[in-house]
């Protein structure tokens, strides 16, 4: 016998269309038109980026003569587009969902996906810092960024500072560093990571380490794009390190030979040589070993830093650079102040029998190679 069919009654038929309806509404709501940016401010002749999703979008650029499109490209769902500017100005870049996409959406939701767009030449800078206070030692860095802004004080995106390049400098020179990118161990964006180490210098953002103590040190950028604009200019105040290691100056040992190291504090002029919670290295570890009191003995010619660093305060540290060296001379120094030489002549002494003089020696062991 035929199965019996089952027809639903027309109140269950509406039920359906119902939860149907609601399913669309609940799915366009998840997931509604967006676009990357709503409003950005570029310089002339900079390339940008825009992109738009859920759908392949058209985009539409209200004046060509402002700004010009290189390129799109429509994949997993997303619509993205490659812009370039032209002169200065505003206009206003829309993307438009094709009619049958459109269809399935409420009216005016595609025209409000746009972008105003403000094309103007970069007139001052301006200088960000993390902390105006720094402490002149290896492991402790800040980074330094731009601030671009326009002839109405207006600050120039993300976007138009990545296709800019920048000077940094510092006065003075000597005080502070740009560190190589790879040196920090921090997470850096797509933009960044890309570039290499010389280009990175030229960068909106830059990580730096303070290397000599300085109560003013001046950190000014400069925009090497065309106007010029005002450069941006900040002080720093750099103080002396917590710890310094003595000697603090480089020293060259020669092969077995000893030297012990003492901590020294800053605030009270107070050195020792501190043991617990402390640790001792020379890298590279071929060229010496260290006792965790500070004894270093030297084995193989080459360079190499002494680093003390405090375990349970991270920044406390303290570094001197050592070289061992065979001395391929040695020279022996009368020092005395009495005598006195012509320019070009060596010192003469000369000594009378059953004359007694009080004499400072000085044997100098010298390495052409290292100049002294």
Not at 9 to 18: P, T
Not at 204 to 227: E, F, I, M, N
Not at 332 to 337: G, P
Request: proline share 7%.
């Amino acid at each position: 016998a035929e199965p019996e069919r089952v027809v639903p009654r027309q109140s269950e038929q509406g039920l359906l269309m119902l939860g149907a309806i609601l399913s669309l509404i609940t799915a366009a709501a998840a997931d509604p038109p967006r676009i990357s940016s709503r409003t950005l401010l570029l310089t002339p002749r900079a390339e940008f980026v825009l992109s738009a999703s859920p759908g392949c979008f058209r985009w539409v650029i209200g004046d060509t003569t402002v700004v010009r499109l290189l390129s799109t490209d429509c994949q997993d769902g997303s619509s993205i587009a490659r812009f370039a500017t032209i002169s200065s100005g505003s206009v206003m870049i829309s993307a438009l969902l094709d009619e049958e996409a459109a269809a399935s959406i409420d009216e005016g939701l595609d025209d409000v996906l746009a972008c105003e767009i403000h094309v103007s030449p970069v007139a001052e800078l301006t200088i960000r810092t993390t902390t105006r206070t720094m402490s002149a030692q290896d492991d402790e860095l800040q980074w330094l960024r731009v601030d671009a802004h326009d002839a109405r004080g207006n600050t120039f995106s993300i976007d138009a500072l990545r296709s800019l390049r920048f000077r940094w400098s510092f006065l003075p020179s000597s005080a502070m560093e740009i560190v190589a990118l790879n040196k920090t161990h921090e997470v850096l964006d797509e933009h960044l990571a890309s570039l290499a180490d010389a280009e990175s210098r030229f960068q909106y953002k830059v990580p730096v380490r303070a290397t000599t103590p300085h109560p003013r040190l001046r950190v000014q950028v400069d925009y090497l794009g065309s106007p010029a604009a005002a450069p941006g200019i900040a002080t720093l105040n750099v103080r002396p390190p917590p710890f310094v290691l003595w000697p603090g100056a480089r020293v060259a040992l020669a092969p077995t030979a000893t030297l012990q190291y003492t901590v020294c504090r800053h605030e009270d002029n107070v050195c020792g040589s501190p043991q617990s919670h402390t640790r001792w290295t020379i890298e590279p570890a071929n060229v010496g070993t260290i006792s965790p009191d500070g004894r270093v003995v030297a084995t193989m010619d080459g360079g190499a830093t002494v680093r003390w660093r405090h375990r349970a305060t991270a920044l406390h540290m303290a570094a001197v650079p050592l070289v061992v060296a065979t001395p391929r001379s040695l020279s022996l120094q009368v020092v005395n102040r009495s005598i006195s030489a012509r320019p070009g002549e060596r010192p003469r002494l000369t000594l009378l029998t059953g004359t007694r003089v009080v004499l400072f020696v000085a044997v100098m062991a010298a390495d052409p190679e290292l100049a002294g």
